[in-house]
């Protein structure tokens, strides 16, 4: 039998689980027996609606929500870490009794009530077995809160330097590995734009935009739909798993004739692929698809809390721009964003990597903790590296990787030049570069 692997998600909208089902094929893919819990099921069937009815209602409150999350939720307040045993007194013995005597030899979780509850086990019912699983906490957030970053988890894994700061603003000497947002495979290989609309029914040549507000269907989609599919614009507009939004925009379908409700798809690479630019929230995994897909996008800012903070991010990353969810400024928003499209984005910085890369790199962030097969058990684990070991995947602008770095401390000032650059990071006109130019 194989090492054994545990992925703790969270069923609050679709993102934490599209998460699990990239990371679950990652690990897969490098010889674990996976199997995927879901936190807000652990809770019980009582527990797991009140805590969705708890985050429906804070977002439908942008400034009570903004004020947990920036006043509580990022500095670790009182009140933050009471909410946080309120639900992990529940979860931590739900959760041991599904991991049964011999957990597995990894734990990894992308919720962050399900990272708290794995330091919790590790700080109480695992603590002195002579074994216990290498546990992993992955966030895809710009900027994890403080529920996330639990003492006594082996390696936090972030997709950008920013988030690796964030994470040691609480644990200075956290281990932090780098790894590219998670994408499904279906965006990695879209088809092209003609192929799409070929199969959709869009015309050729007609401008078009892909409005989705996630799987909870979030923000004034039927208005913006209405106006933007006035302008002449064909709008593909999705509804997630929000009846109530797509029978609103079911409604404007049947008025505006450049507008296809389309309710909830799995069928968003095509989706995007047909597009030339995607409205959306900003969920991380939604943003990293579409530029997997090379689509721009027009952020609404509708998700308060961590979604400002994901707004910033993808700003700055470029190819984006963001708009309120006024219906007038979004339609004109739209065109302006198809006349004039947003600047292209940067090169990666060194440390970085592509989303078809992800499995690679998980790959070589669990090696640094001994798995796949037998580890050792976490304090031993600690004990054998310098404390604030980071993994830091460097590729180079072919792609091709370059080796795995361990850095002792964050260093201050600019990063270190990949191998054969100068400082500035160019390379020298008598070096080439390896294998086929690949840009931005």
């Not at 005597?101 to 019912?125: D, I, Q, Y």
């Not at 996008?297 to 903070?309: E, K, N, S, T």
């Not at 890369?357 to 903790?369: N, P, Q, R, S, Y």
Request: with cysteine; glycine share 12%.
């Amino acid at each position: 039998m194989g090492a054994r692997a545990v992925v703790l998600t969270g069923s609050l909208g679709l993102g934490h689980d599209v998460v699990s089902q990239v990371l679950t094929e990652g690990l897969v893919s490098v010889g674990y027996e996976v199997r995927t819990l879901d936190c807000m099921a652990l809770l019980g069937s009582l527990g797991g609606r009140a805590g969705d009815a708890v985050f429906r209602r804070l977002l439908a409150h942008p400034a009570l929500y903004d004020g947990l999350h920036f006043a509580h939720l990022r500095p670790g307040s009182a009140l933050a870490e009471t909410l946080d045993r309120a639900a992990t007194r529940r979860l931590v013995p739900a959760l041991a009794a599904a991991l049964g005597p011999e957990p597995p030899e990894l734990a990894v979780a992308c919720f962050a009530t399900g990272s708290s509850a794995l330091a919790r086990l590790v700080g109480g019912p695992w603590a002195g077995a002579p074994r216990r699983p290498a546990t992993v906490c992955l966030c895809t957030d710009a900027s994890p809160h403080r529920l996330w970053v639990q003492p006594g988890l082996d390696l936090f894994l972030v997709t950008s330097p920013a988030a690796a700061q964030a994470v040691r603003r609480y644990l200075p000497r956290a281990r932090v590995g780098l790894v590219p947002p998670p994408v499904r495979a279906g965006f990695l290989a879209p088809p092209s734009k003609t192929e799409a609309r070929r199969a959709l029914g869009v015309p050729e040549g007609t401008p078009t935009v892909l409005l989705m507000g996630g799987g909870w269907g979030l923000g004034p989609l039927a208005e913006a739909a209405r106006s933007i599919g006035q302008t002449g614009v064909w709008v593909l507009a999705l509804a997630g798993r929000n009846p109530r939004a797509a029978r609103a925009l079911d409604q404007v379908a049947a008025a505006v004739p450049t507008v296809r409700s389309l309710g909830f798809s799995d069928q968003v690479p095509l989706l995007m692929a047909a597009s030339d630019l995607v409205v959306t929230t900003p969920g991380a995994t939604t943003c990293s698809e579409a530029r997997a897909v090379g689509r721009p996008l027009l952020l609404l800012d509708v998700v308060p809390g961590h979604g400002r903070d994901n707004i910033q991010h993808e700003l700055g990353l470029g190819q984006a721009g963001v708009v309120d969810p006024e219906p007038g400024r979004l339609a004109e928003a739209v065109l302006a964003a198809l006349a004039d499209p947003p600047p292209p984005s940067p090169c990666p910085p060194a440390g970085t990597r592509r989303p078809g890369d992800f499995a690679e790199a998980l790959t070589e962030a669990l090696a640094g903790l001994g798995g796949p097969g037998p580890v050792q058990p976490g304090p031993a684990r600690a004990a054998a590296d310098p404390p604030g070991l980071a993994l830091v995947a460097e590729v180079g602008e072919a792609g091709s990787h370059q080796g795995r770095r361990p850095l002792a401390e964050v260093p201050e000032g600019p990063p270190a030049p990949l191998p054969g650059r100068s400082p500035s990071g160019e390379r020298p006109a008598s070096q080439p570069e390896g294998g086929p130019e690949r840009p931005c």
